[in-house]
Structure formats: structure tokens, C-alpha cells
């Protein structure tokens, strides 16, 4: 899921990197700063770390290379952020533009303008509100899983009424995962890198 700056070069972020090399996001830090793992700081203080530097580490220091990471990491990734409430999607847009600035993110204010969305742009991963006009987030996300051409898709359903075995039923509905309204940004975050690093994996190996 490395994003693409305007060269062409490929980046990955510390928390990548920690998760393939199954160690914290402080120990990727401290090899950043010791000057084992190559990479630059963002305006925002965050590092990032170019595919090939990231690959010379993993052969200098005898780490196994899964190929189907990186190739994972050969594409950019889209989002599709539907809710009836524009500031909902402002700012599930800018924690996904956190999470990678590469991302393509799309945005819908239903789930009937949502379903057309993915019919003809085929995202790797929605986030849906469960109440929206016209199709709700329940008949959406069935929609999704009963389709061959878009069951793949990562679902992630978001939601402010809680009550009514709601929850239950968006896992019953094909939902990979279901948040309560406030999101928890941080978790939010991490859920969305979780479900887009699958993706990488799954797609490689197809």
C-alpha cells in the first residue's frame, strides 16, 4: 500500500514497515535513527520509506522478502466514503489521506449513488454509514457480497445507533468491520491500513 510521490517513487509508512517486520513502530524509529533503515521525514514530521531502501534493509539484514507484499504495493489504492453528512465524509477524507496520500478517495451521499460508484469503479474499500436515503447501509453492503465482481471488496460500516443488534446485522450483511460514531481516529486509522494491506496480500496472490 506505498504511496507514490511525484518522481514515481514508491514510499512506505513506519507503520508498514513495523507490521511486515513484525516489530513496534518505535523500534522501526530507532533504526531509522541509528541509520539501519533509510528514510525522510515529511513536513509533518512523519517518516516515510522508499520501496528499494526498505527492500536493501530486508536483504542486508537477511529478512524475508515476501514478494507479494511489494507487489501489493505496486498500485495505488481507492476509497469510497459514503454518508449522508458531508462533515462525516471531510473527515474520514482527511484521516484516509493520513493513512496514505496516495489514496484515490471517492465520496457518495447514499448508498444509491454509492452503489453506482462501485459498480463502475470497483474500490478496494468502503466506508459506509449503516442510515442513508434511499439504499441503506445494510441492503448496500448485501449488495456488494452477493455480486461476484465486487464481493471482494473491504467493507467497513460506521454507525451512531448502535442499538437494535444493528452491528450484528451488518456482520451478518458481509461487513468486515463495524465502528461506533464518534470514530475513534487512531483505531479508525489503523483498522483502514489493516483491511488495505489485506487487500495488497490478496490481490498478489489471486
Known amino acids: 500500500m506505498a504511496f507514490e ?5 514508491r514510499f512506505f509508512t513506519t507503520s508498514e514497515v513495523a507490521n511486515y517486520c513484525a516489530v513496534t513502530n518505535d523500534g522501526v524509529l530507532k533504526w531509522i535513527k541509528s541509520g539501519k ?9 512523519h517518516y516515510r520509506v522508499a520501496l528499494e531502501d526498505f527492500r536493501a534493509f530486508l536483504e542486508r539484514f537477511e529478512i524475508p522478502i515476501d514478494e507479494a507484499f511489494f507487489h501489493g504495493a505496486e498500485r495505488s489504492r481507492s476509497v469510497l466514503v459514503v454518508d449522508d453528512e458531508a462533515d462525516i ?6 484521516v484516509l489521506a493520513e ?4 489514496l ?25 454509514d449503516v442510515r442513508m436515503p434511499r439504499v441503506d447501509g445494510l441492503s448496500l453492503c448485501r449488495s456488494i457480497r452477493q455480486n461476484a465482481a ?6 467497513i460500516a460506521i ?11 451488518m456482520y451478518d450483511a458481509g461487513a468486515d468491520l463495524c465502528l461506533i460514531k ?25
Open 89 to 94: 465524509r471531510e473527515i474520514v477524507r482527511r
Open 5 to 9: 510521490n511525484e518522481s514515481g517513487r
Open 159 to 169: 454507525t451512531a445507533f448502535p442499538e437494535q443488534d444493528i452491528i450484528r446485522r
Open 104 to 128: 484515490r478517495i471517492e465520496e457518495a451521499a447514499d448508498g444509491y449513488e454509492a452503489g453506482i460508484k462501485i459498480g463502475a469503479q470497483r474500490p478496494d474499500l468502503v466506508v459506509m
Open 150 to 155: 465486487t464481493r471482494a471488496i473491504k467493507v
Open 99 to 102: 493513512v496514505d496520500p496516495a
Open 182 to 206: 464518534p470514530l475513534q481516529l487512531e483505531h479508525f486509522r489503523l483498522e483502514v491500513l489493516r483491511l488495505l494491506n489485506e487487500v495488497g496480500r490478496e490481490s498478489a496472490t489471486a
Open 37 to 45: 533503515l533509510r528514510a525522510f521525514s515529511t513536513p509533518g514530521g
